[in-house]
Nanobody, 114 residues
């Protein structure tokens, strides 16, 4: 069982930056595929970015060039650096891990508004 705890959400102005963190349990974090998904009100949960244990990344077209996923295996933590945010980035952001099966965090709210 992998437990995930997100932090770093909040209110940010358009054009600003925010960094989300996801702390994961387990002694083999380095092998997990980690990712971030988001869900806006009334919409489905969509992929934002993923990173494999080997470091390969994948991004949604809507965030390419603005968001960066990274990980620190020594700290069992994944990050999502969000730059040049837009109001349409407003959503609950969920941390995701896959190792055999999928695991989800509880979500953290990100609101982009002036």
């Amino acid at each position: 069982q992998v437990q995930l705890v997100e932090s770093g959400g909040g209110l940010v102005q358009p054009g600003g930056s925010l960094r989300l963190s996801c702390s994961a349990s387990g002694s083999i974090f380095r092998l997990y595929t980690m990712g971030w998904f988001r869900q806006a009100p009334g919409k489905q949960r969509d992929l934002v970015a993923t990173m494999t244990g080997g470091g390969s990344t994948n991004y949604a077209d809507s965030v390419k060039g603005r968001f960066t996923i990274s990980r620190d295996n020594a700290k069992n933590t994944a990050y999502l650096q969000m730059d040049s945010v837009k109001p349409e980035d407003t959503a609950v952001y969920y941390c995701y891990a896959r190792w055999g099966q999928s695991y989800w965090g509880q979500g953290t709210q990100v609101t982009v508004s002036s």
